[in-house]
């Protein structure tokens, strides 16, 4: 009986150590499978993020194309998004080239620790820094914008003005007074004198009482072409506003998987799963976010009546279609988001298996 007790004891601690050190190599093979996880999101959202750019820029480039001789500046305004979407793109390839090697050497190694926190700070920074470039632009073009609309809004003024019964009428009474045979009696009549007075206090009346038909020609000819590079403004800017609002969410996404880049290689599951809770209530308000912006965009879609110029038409549909892809990025990037807070929520669960 002795003989078996000490034998018992021998083996029990041998096997106690045994499943110890199987629980560890266990552990330690959950936390390099999370960190290639957590990678392979990364590079995927890089993946998907460079594609939406790429597309923007072959629509940038077509329009760019048609407006080539175009003499009134758009071909600039076209040009200069266009450089900062190829400056995001090149930046988006060398992140995820960044990211797919720490992929690799994940893969390479079983050691694990090859996910590092200041890649997703570093994505921060440079959303941040392609957010005030972008701010920069739009702010320009806003301003250019609101300038056409006060040239647009002048002529239209003066062209309601000359084409008004009141104008044409004193403009007559003008021309016709080296015709009247009483002339000097009604100019000295107190009514006719008080009636001189007030239209030489009338600026407007002044300003084109000598106007041609030639000038008005010219004028609808001006408001024409205004109508249509202002539409060219309201096409870039629906284009620049809706990129902010996106890299507006990448940048918050990236600080909260920063947060979780520090603690997913390493034996933390209470950390773990705060920082996987906080990427869940962060995609979700992602996905509400989005979901009231693909709302918004379909009821500017439904205001956009392609009437005017052909030219005119042309800008209306290309907003259209700016409408319609970004429309279709946000629907996909939900359905992304949706999947992403799913796979979070299993490493909440595995995380708590590491406690037991």
Request: glycine residues 6%; aromatic residues 8%.
């Given at each position: 009986?002795?003989?078996?007790?000490?034998?018992?004891?021998?083996?029990?601690?041998?096997?106690?150590?045994?499943?110890?050190?199987?629980?560890v190599?266990?552990?330690?093979?959950?936390?390099?499978e999370?960190?290639?996880?957590?990678?392979?999101?990364?590079?995927?959202?890089?993946?998907?993020?460079?594609?939406?750019?790429?597309?923007?820029?072959?629509s940038?480039?077509?329009?760019?194309?048609?407006?080539?001789?175009?003499?009134?500046?758009?071909?600039?305004?076209?040009?200069?998004?266009?450089?900062?979407?190829?400056?995001?793109?090149d930046?988006?390839a060398?992140?995820?080239?960044d990211?797919?090697?720490?992929?690799?050497?994940?893969?390479?190694?079983?050691?694990?620790?090859?996910?590092?926190?200041?890649?997703?700070?570093?994505?921060?920074?440079?959303?941040a820094?392609?957010?005030?470039?972008?701010?920069?632009?739009?702010?320009?073009?806003?301003?250019?914008n609101?300038?056409?609309?006060?040239?647009?809004?002048?002529?239209?003024?003066?062209?309601?003005?000359?084409?008004?019964?009141?104008?044409?009428?004193?403009?007559?009474?003008?021309?016709?007074?080296?015709?009247?045979?009483?002339?000097?009696?009604?100019?000295?009549?107190?009514?006719?004198?008080?009636?001189?007075?007030?239209?030489?206090?009338?600026?407007?009346?002044?300003?084109?009482?000598?106007?041609?038909?030639?000038?008005?020609?010219?004028?609808?000819?001006?408001?024409?072409?205004?109508?249509?590079?202002?539409?060219?403004?309201?096409?870039?800017?629906?284009?620049?506003?809706?990129?902010q609002?996106?890299?507006?969410?990448?940048?918050?996404d990236?600080?909260?998987l920063?947060?979780?880049?520090?603690?997913?290689?390493?034996?933390?599951?209470?950390?773990?799963?705060?920082?996987?809770?906080r990427?869940?209530?962060?995609y979700?308000?992602?996905?509400?976010y989005?979901?009231?912006?693909?709302?918004?965009?379909?009821?500017?879609?439904?205001?956009?009546?392609?009437?005017?110029?052909?030219?005119?038409?042309?800008?209306?549909?290309?907003l259209?279609?700016?409408?319609?892809?970004?429309?279709?990025?946000?629907?996909?990037?939900?359905?992304?988001?949706?999947?992403?807070?799913?796979?979070?929520r299993?490493?909440?669960?595995?995380?708590?298996?590491e406690?037991?």
């Open positions: 009986m002795i003989l078996i007790l000490a034998v018992m004891g021998a083996v029990m601690p041998a096997a106690s150590a045994a499943e110890t050190s199987g629980r190599d266990e552990l330690a093979k959950r936390r390099v999370r960190e290639r996880q957590f990678l392979y999101r990364a590079v995927e959202e890089l993946n998907k993020s460079q594609g939406y750019v790429n597309e923007t820029i072959r940038l480039e077509k329009d760019q194309r048609r407006d080539i001789v175009d003499p009134s500046g758009r071909e600039k305004d076209i040009a200069d998004l266009l450089e900062w979407y190829r400056t995001y793109a930046w988006l060398g992140s995820m080239a990211f797919e090697a720490d992929l690799s050497a994940a893969y390479a190694d079983d050691r694990g620790g090859v996910v590092r926190a200041d890649r997703c700070y570093a994505m921060v920074a440079g959303y820094k392609l957010g005030a470039q972008l701010d920069e632009l739009v702010v320009h073009l806003d301003k250019l609101d300038r056409t609309l006060q040239r647009m809004a002048l002529l239209r003024d003066a062209l309601a003005y000359v084409s008004s019964a009141a104008f044409i009428e004193e403009r007559n009474k003008d021309r016709d007074k080296d015709q009247e045979k009483d002339k000097e009696k009604k100019q000295n009549e107190p009514g006719r004198e008080q009636g001189k007075r007030k239209k030489e206090k009338d600026d407007l009346y002044e300003r084109y009482k000598n106007i041609t038909d030639i000038d008005i020609a010219m004028m609808q000819l001006e408001l024409k072409s205004l109508d249509e590079l202002q539409k060219h403004f309201v096409v870039l800017l629906a284009q620049g506003r809706m990129e609002a996106w890299i507006g969410r990448k940048t918050l990236y600080e909260a920063g947060q979780l880049a520090r603690y997913v290689g390493r034996d933390a599951p209470d950390a773990i799963e705060e920082a996987c809770n990427m869940i209530k962060l979700e308000t992602d996905i509400a989005f979901k009231g912006k693909v709302e918004d965009l379909s009821r500017a879609r439904a205001r956009v009546v392609p009437v005017g110029s052909l030219k005119t038409i042309d800008r209306l549909e290309e259209s279609d700016n409408y319609d892809d970004m429309k279709s990025r946000y629907e996909h990037h939900i359905a992304w988001l949706s999947e992403q807070a799913g796979a979070y299993a490493d909440i669960i595995e995380a708590r298996k406690r037991q």
